[in-house]
C-alpha cells in the first residue's frame, strides 16, 4: 500500500485524491504461485471530478510534483512479491489437491451407494473403479445382498467367485468365425471407429484361419482413404497367401465377392468411420446392403472411455451389429466397460486383442476368464485389487 501511495504522490502531487483502493492477485495456478498488489484509483484533484464523485475522497497532502494530467487514473503498484514456491511445496499442494478430489469422489460414490453396508460398499467401490458402470455395479451388489448370508459376506472369496459367475453370464461370447453356409463363402465384415486397429485385426484372423485351420480365405478392402491401410493389407495377404481385393463402391464390393466364391471365408476390411459422421456410416450400410455380410462385428477400443464407446455402438447400430470384438486390452485401464457395452449393443463377443503381433495377439472372448479379468488379480489369503 506504501508503494503504491508513493506513485500516486508522484504521478498527481498533494492535491490528488484516492477514489478506490483494491487488493488484487495475478498468475500462479490453482492458487499456487499467485501474486497479490494493490490497485489505486486516484485523480489530480477534487475539482477533476465530477459533483457527484467529490464526496467520501481522500485527500493526499504531499508535495506536488504532476506527471500525467486527467482525472480518475488507476494507479497500480505490486507489494512484496510472495517467495517462489519450491517444487516440493508445488507437489505438496498438488497431492493435497488430489487428497480432496479423491475424498469427494469417495463421499459422492457413498451416498450414491444409498444403505449399503460397510462390506458391501468396499466391493461396489472397487467394481465401479474397475469401470462398471454404476447401474451394473448396484445390480451385482443387490445380487450379493439378496443371495449371500451375513457370514458368506465376510468371505472375499465367497463373494468374488459369486461376482464372477454374475459377470460371466453378463459376457455373453459366440466363440471363433465359423463358414456358416453349405455352399458359396461366409462373409464377416469388421466396422468401427478410426484408430481401433481394424486391419491389424483382419490380418490376425485371416493367418490365424489359413495358417492354423487351413481354410481358403479371401480378404476385401473398402478402405481406400488410407493408402497405408491398403499396402498394410497388402503385405500382410502376399505373406499368408492369400487374394485381396480392393474396392471403392458397393457395386465392385458384388463383384469382388463374385469373383472369391471359391473361398471358405470372405473377412472385409472397411475405413474407419468416427461415430459423429452420419454420411459415412450411411454411406457404409449402402455397401452392407449390397453383400449383407453374414457376420458384422463391431470393434471397439477397450483403452477408450465408456461414453465414446457407447457412443460408437449406438451409431452404428444404423450399420447393423452382429459380434462386439475389443482391440487393445493391453492398454485397458478398466476391463469393466465390456460389461455395459455388451448390454447397450445387444450383441455377443467374439475376440479380444492384446497387442500388435499378428497373428499371435488375438484371442476367443471367453466370459469366465474376462470375469477373472475385471476382478482382477487374486492376493494370498483370498483377497484381490
Known amino acids: 500500500m506504501a508503494e503504491a501511495l508513493e506513485l500516486v504522490k508522484r504521478q498527481f502531487g498533494r492535491d490528488a485524491v484516492i477514489l478506490n483502493t483494491r487488493t488484487l492477485t495475478r498468475g500462479g495456478l490453482l492458487g499456487i504461485g499467485e501474486r497479490p498488489y494493490v490497485e489505486i484509483t486516484a485523480a489530480r484533484r ?67 451407494a444409498g444403505n449399503l453396508p460397510d462390506a458391501l460398499y468396499e466391493t461396489y467401490r472397487k467394481l465401479v473403479e474397475r469401470a462398471v458402470a454404476d447401474e451394473i455395479a448396484r445390480w451385482l451388489v443387490e445380487g450379493l445382498r439378496r ?41 464377416i465384415a469388421l466396422i468401427g471407429p478410426t484408430g481401433v486397429g481394424k486391419t491389424t485385426t483382419i490380418a490376425k484372423l485371416a493367418a490365424n484361419l489359413c495358417l492354423r485351420e487351413h481354410r481358403k480365405v479371401g480378404l476385401v478392402t473398402i478402405d481406400t482413404y488410407r493408402i497405408a491401410a491398403v499396402e498394410q493389407l497388402k503385405t500382410y495377404a502376399q505373406i499368408i497367401d492369400v487374394p485381396l481385393e480392393v474396392v471403392v463402391s458397393p457395386a465392385e464390393l458384388e463383384d469382388a465377392i463374385t469373383r472369391m466364391q471359391d473361398r471358405e471365408m470372405i473377412l472385409i476390411d472397411t475405413a474407419g468411420r468416427s461415430q459423429r459422421d452420419c454420411e459415412k456410416i450411411k454411406e457404409l ?55 455395459g457395452c455388451l448390454k447397450k449393443a445387444e450383441a455377443q463377443l467374439s475376440y479380444v486383442t492384446t497387442g500388435q503381433d499378428v497373428p499371435e495377439d488375438i484371442q476367443v472372448g471367453e466370459g469366465k476368464a474376462l470375469a477373472q479379468l475385471i476382478l482382477g488379480r487374486e492376493r494370498q489369503g483370498g483377497e484381490h485389487d
Do not use: Y
Open 46 to 112: 477534487i475539482s477533476d471530478l465530477p459533483a457527484p464523485l467529490r464526496r467520501d475522497t481522500i485527500r493526499v497532502g504531499l508535495d506536488r510534483r504532476v506527471c500525467a494530467e486527467g482525472a480518475a487514473t488507476p494507479v497500480s503498484a505490486p507489494l512484496q512479491p510472495a517467495a517462489t514456491p519450491s517444487s516440493e511445496e508445488v507437489l505438496s499442494e498438488l497431492g493435497s489437491l488430489r487428497s480432496l478430489v479423491n475424498d469427494l469422489v469417495r463421499e459422492t460414490r457413498r451416498s450414491q
Open 147 to 187: 443371495e449371500l448370508t451375513a457370514e458368506q459376506l465376510r468371505d472375499a472369496k465367497v463373494v468374488r467367485a459369486h461376482l464372477a459367475r454374475a459377470m460371466e453370464s453378463m459376457l455373453p461370447t459366440s466363440g471363433p468365425v465359423r463358414p456358416v453356409r453349405t455352399s458359396g463363402p461366409t462373409v
Open 285 to 339: 450400410k449402402e455397401f452392407f446392403d449390397v453383400v449383407r455380410p453374414d457376420e458384422v462385428h463391431l470393434v471397439l477400443s477397450g483403452a477408450c472411455s465408456e461414453g465414446v464407446l457407447q457412443e460408437a455402438i449406438q451409431r452404428f447400430r444404423a450399420v447393423g451389429i452382429d459380434r462386439v470384438l475389443f482391440t487393445k486390452l493391453d492398454e485397458t485401464v478398466g476391463f469393466g466397460v465390456m460389461l
